[in-house]
Structures are given as C-alpha cells and as structure tokens.
C-alpha cells in the first residue's frame, strides 16, 4: 500500500493506460466526454475501431445538416460485415446545447442509433483541444450560430489520424479510406 | 472483512490524494480528474484590463465586440519560467512529449530535456512551444492563455493611449518591430511599456491565443470576404475592416498558417485569468 | 441578262461565304490546347526539376514526353544590396530577387515543395500563375517561419508565367522581392535558339529601417500611392550592366523570357536598337512580329526573339523612360562580332 501510494505521489509520465500508445495518437487527450447515452467516457475507449470524426452542432442550419446527411452516406456505403469495425463520431462544438439527451433526441431524429454511432460533448476547453488536434477551427458567431471549417477525418484503431476530407466533402474518398484502414487491421 | 478491506482500501486512496495536495487538477466534465500537472509558482504580474467594445481585424463594420475585464501577464512567459515547468512536469519534457502535443521542433534549441540553450538568456521568452505546451504551462500557474479579443483588444494600444489604431503611424511603427530580425532573443522588459502597462506586444514574438484557430480564413485572403460555404460552415465575417492596417494582416497571417502542434522559433506565449473585479 | 446576273452575283457570294469559312477554320482559337495536355500522361518516376538563378534559364525540355517534377523552394528574408550600396530587407524564392527559373513541359505534373527557412520572421505561401487551382497553390503551401507545404499540379496550359509569394499583405511581400517565372513549354519545346535570358521587372517602394541604421525597407504608403524610388530588372540597380551585361554574338537569336513581377507598375519593355522579330504576346500563344515595345502587365511577362545582326551594347529599358533614367530600369546585352555596314553603317561624312 505505501508502495502504491508513492507510485502515485510521483509526477505523471503519462498515464500507464497511454503508454502502449503511439505518441501521435488521439487518445493521448485524456479528457473526460459524455455520449449519447449520457455515459462518461474517455476518448480511449474508443479505441479498436477504424473511426470516422465530424465535429458539428445539432442546432446548425448551414453545413452542418449536409455533414450529417454525408456521414449517413458514408454508413450506407460500408460493408455490414465490416460495421462492427468502425465508429462513425460526432463531436459537439456547443456542448452547453447539445446535452447527452439532446445528442440522444439528434441521433433518433437521424435514424443513427446504430451502435456504430457515437455522439460525444465535453466540456468548453476539452472541446477546442479536440478541435484542435484535427486542425479545425471554430468561433462562436452569436449565441446560436457557430462558423465553423467542414471536416471529416478517419483514425485508425489506434487513434493515429489517416486523412483527412475538407470543404466539399467526397464521400467516397473517405469510405475508401475507411476501407483500406479496416482491411490493414 | 470485507468491509474491514474496503475501509483500508479507502484509507490508502484517501492519504495517497492528500499527498498529491500539490496538484493542480484539470476539471473537465462535472467535476472530473483529467489531466494532472504539478502546479508552480508564476511571479509575474498581472495587469488589470477593463475591457470595452472593440472592432475586430476581421469582423463587421458596423458590429463591435465586447471584451470583459480580465488579468494579463505584463510580460511574456520566459525560458526559466518555462525551465521549471518542464522540471515539475516531465511528461512536457522535450524527449517525453507525446507527438500529437508538439511538433519535432519543440525546445529544439535546448541541449537537453532540463537546460536552457548556452546562449539564451534566462529572462527571453521560450519559444518552440506548441498550443498545447503553452496551454499545460497556463493550467499549472492557474492560469489560462488569452483569448484571440483580449490579445488584440490589448493590441489596440501604443504608449500612450488605449485606442492608438487611427494615428497614422501605428500600423508602421509596428511593422518596423516585426521586422526586426532576431527579436525573440531578447530580454523581456526592455522597452516601455504601452498605455495599460503591458510590455513587447510587438517587439518580440508572435503569441498564442487560446482561440487562434477562430480566424475562419485560409493562408489566402486576396480575396476581400472569404465566403465558401463548403470549407467554412456559417462563414461569417471574415473580411477585413482596416486594410491599411498592414500590421493586423502580417498578425493574422501567423495565425492562420499555424496548427495547434506547430513549435515555431519565433512563436511564445503569455498568460491571462478571469477577473470579477470591476474598476471605474 | 438578270439570270446571267443573278448567277454571278450568287457564285461571289458562294465563293465569299465558302472562303470566310475557311479562314474561320485557319484561325480557330486553341481552345482544346489545356484539354490535349489534360489527357497527357506523366511517365516515370518523379524527378528533381533544375531551377536557375537570373539571368540563367534551365536547358531547354527539347522532345521528352510529360514526366513528373519536383520543385523545391525556399523563402526567405534577407539582406541584399538594393541599389549602390544601400542594403534592403528582400523576401526571396531560393535567395534571389527574381525567385528561381522553373522550366516544365505541358502535361508534366509538379510537386510543388515549399519551404519556409527558420530564420523567417513571417509566414510564405506560393501563387503560381502557371496553376488551374485554388489561389493558384496559395493556400496549399502557407508555411510559418520553419515549416514545409506543399502541393501538385498538372501543368496544362503551355506559356510563361508569373509566379509570386501571396500572403498577406500581398503587396509587402511582392514589393520585397517575392516573384518569379514558371516556363511551360509546348511539347517539342520551344523552337531552339542561340541564346536564352531570364530578365525580370519589377518597382520598389523603400524607406529607412528605424531599427537598423542604413537599412531600408518596403514603404506601404509609397506603394499604396505607387510612387516607387527604384525600378529594377532583376531585383537589383546595375544587375544587367558592366561585367552583369548579357553577351550574344552577331548572327545568333536571343530570347529574352521577360516577366514583370509588380507589384504595380506596367513595363513598356524594348531594347534600344533592337527589333524583336516574334513577341508571344503576354506569354501566351499568340506570336506578333516586328514589334518596337511591347507591354508586360504586372503579374505578367512576354518572350521576346531577335536575331543580332551588328555588334554594338544594346540598351533593354522599360521605356517608361524616367524609370530608365532615374529608377534604374536600365540593362544592356553586348553583341560582339563583325560588323554590318549593310544594316547599319555610321561613317561620318567628312566636309569637303
């Protein structure tokens, strides 16, 4: 016990959890997330699958709702033999809004119930970091509207970002990445 | 029994935390443990700003914005400062950073993990730093970086005055300090200060913000109103209200061509904190 | 006699119309040119594109097929000496005022590899007019001090092309010295000459650096205004004169790949005593000739051939003249040989 307790009294080196990680995987953020289901994750559970990220917000009027409708596109086009391999992700830019039962309304709404679906919101700060590692950029315009760059990125398994699909978005780019990235397992 | 292993397992957990009294803890989520940091002391001073309605370098014409008071570093984070950041918390060591927090070039400079460069001067501002170095830094003085509005707002200033944007001079004088080679290896302090009492928000290093990433532009603004609503959702004001504020557009450029990861040898930082204080 | 006229009148018409016709055929816009290089394939492995410094140009692409290149640059800032000896802060391409020559072939694909040196204060980026794409490249290749961009393109319209660094402030970055000449040539290559220049315009807008003691730099408000103090061929007061003169021998063709990089001033471009026998008018595809002074837009060029015929230094101004004569808009190509006397002969008549 005292053993154990001056383990953890020294300074981190990162957590024992992230060890095994490559160091430009994603799920070195430690930060906490809420999905759909209002269960507390950390983006390392995530881990396993060949992930598809979007980051939007349910009430967006513009982009957003096309961002949806090429996520469902991309579902479509997966093999169902291969679907229990990815994890398409829907990250929240307005997680005041966008609650876990506001998520959870969102994903019935949209017919993606799926297992396969993942919304997840966190907290302001966690939720720019996030932004951050996949380059995207935000900004609150008033206190609805958010103006945001348009971006679907695939992760591998391990969390190490693939490529990345910006602006007018090819649908079939990425499920051929996604593809390739399932078969590479 | 059982009870009697629970309670001293309890026990354990409870003293282990006490022990860990020094850490300064992360709150995400509700309340919960993320990321821990070994917390330090700053001794810089902060200076009180009142804050007000500004117009931003990209934005409306016609629509200002506000910018509440807060607290800002008076200076930039030095290389000491940052020296003994990355002592107390080895995981943002140079050989220990995870790679999706900095770039190959992070304290690239530094020979090793926990010396400063031979010839770097203790009191220069560290630079080769990442977002997200800079924002672990902010976490462990209990701090946090400023925001894209206080930064500029701040900007506005020359020695004398608060709003210095319309004197014809202003823009030129400031380029003059951009261009000058080799400014971040100077010493902080050592020019005067501006009119709120801030020093080398030009005459040094282009700094992070901790919404730099909120200049919905691309690397290429010849066009006046960036406008595509396929790269950028909701686009919004993104053409500039000053043209001839030259300065602003060499600025804004840094910040657009960069990402969170980058380490640039001429990129540093300074800290700011929410204030309730409100002065006349 | 009405029939006879009638059928006459006809016939001309017939005629007329069959003929207008066929000169509609002759001189049919090259409309499908980008769409021939669009279906060219670029064979092999990619390989390193040689790039020149003015007034050098790379060996000319002769008949290879469509390959692909890469093409590596460096930004940049720099001091350099402007005009007698006065040092002047440059933002350059590969260290000199033009950039480097880039010389490829319709249908080639080139990567674009765009480096920005760590000692750079500011963030670069490219726009290559040579590109069909996006800010022609800009946004793709915007690095911050020490970082890399890049990007590619297919090279599909044959013709001579500015290229130039847009970030902003563009007209900073292009007042400093960030422009340069991307080549496209058609395949088969140009028809061979003699002699090949790369010569570069370009206005300058300069006050005192305030932080360093004889040092200038780029006046925003002189640009604004475009009142430059100094217009330069290639970047530099004298860069084509004394020992910098070019060189060409009587009986060879010169080609001059001239190009204006701004950021404001249009060129009257000539060279005193020379006619040039074909311009490519703007860099493009259509070819005048016997022309005296031709305009190169800023941001444009013009490829400008003559054959020297007698010896003798031939001026090459933008005859503007007050930018030759006060500016510095001013450099010379020695022609050595024989002389002509039936082209030109300057004997004296001595009074009887």
Known sequence: MLVSCKENSEPKQGAETTEQLPSNSIFNLTSDWQNQDGKTIKLKDLQGKTLVVVMIYTTCKTACPILVAKMKMIESKF??????????????????TDTPEHLKEFSIKNEMTGPQWTFLRSAENATKEFANVLSMKYKKISPIDFSHSNIISTFKPNGILVSQEEGDINVDKVVTTVNQTVRKK | MKHLIILLFSIVIVSCSKESEKETVYKNLEGNKTDTLQSIQSTVKMVYIPGGEYKPFFGSNTTLVSVAPFLMDERAVTNEEFLEFVIANPQWQKSNIKRLFADTNYLKTWP?????????????????????????????????????????????????????????????????????????????????PNYWGIYNMFDLIWEWTDDFNAVLTTGDSRSGEYNDKNLFCAGGATSATDVMNYAAYMRFALRTSIKADYTIGNLGFRCAKDTTIIKQ | MKH???????????????????????????????????????????????????????APIGARAAKKLIVNLLTTEIEGIIADSIPYTFWTFNNTVPGSFIRVREGDEVTLNLKNDGSSILPHNIDLHAVTGPGGGAAATTAPPGKEASFTFKAINKGLYVYHCAAPPVPMHIGNGMYGLILVEPAGGLKPVDREYYIMQGDFYTKASVVKQGLMEFDNDKAVAENPDYVLFNGKKGSL????????????????????????????????????????????????????????????????????????????????????????????????????????????????
């Open chain 1, 79 to 96: 093999d169902r033999k291969d679907i229990d391999k990815i994890n398409l992700v829907l990250v929240s830019i307005d997680p005041e």
């Open chain 2, 112 to 192: 090793t993990d926990i010396t400063l460069p031979e010839n770097a001067l203790k009191d220069a501002p560290v630079c080769n730093v990442s977002w997200f170095a800079a924002k672990a830094f902010a976490q462990s003085v209990d701090k946090r970086l400023p925001t894209l509005d206080e930064w500029e707002f701040v900007a506005m200033a020359d020695e004398t005055t608060a709003n210095a944007r319309k004197k014809p001079k202003y823009s030129d004088s400031i380029i003059d300090l951009y261009l000058q080679k080799n400014r971040q290896f100077k010493s902080v302090k050592q020019s005067p």
């Open chain 3, 241 to 352: 004169l004394g020992a910098n003169m070019l060189e060409a021998k009587v009986g060879e063709t010169v080609r001059l790949f001239v190009g204006n990089g701004g950021p404001n001033l249009t060129s009257s471009f000539h060279v005193i005593g020379e006619i040039f026998d074909n311009v490519y008018l703007e860099g493009g595809s259509t070819v005048s000739h016997n022309v005296q002074t031709t305009m190169i837009p800023a941001g444009g060029s013009a490829i400008v051939e003559f054959k020297c015929e007698v010896p003798g230094e031939y001026v090459l101004v933008d005859h503007s003249l007050s930018r030759a004569f006060n500016k510095g808009c001013i450099g010379k190509l020695k022609v050595t040989g024989e002389p002509n006397e039936k082209v030109f002969s300057a004997k004296t008549l001595t009074k009887e």
């Open chain 3, 4 to 58: 006879k006229h009638f059928t006459i009148c006809a016939t001309t018409l017939l005629i007329t119309a069959l003929l207008s016709c066929n000169s509609t055929n002759t001189t049919k816009p090259e409309t499908s040119s980008a769409e021939a290089a669009l279906a060219m394939v670029a064979e092999g492995n990619p390989e390193v594109a040689e790039v020149t410094g003015a007034p050098k140009v790379p």
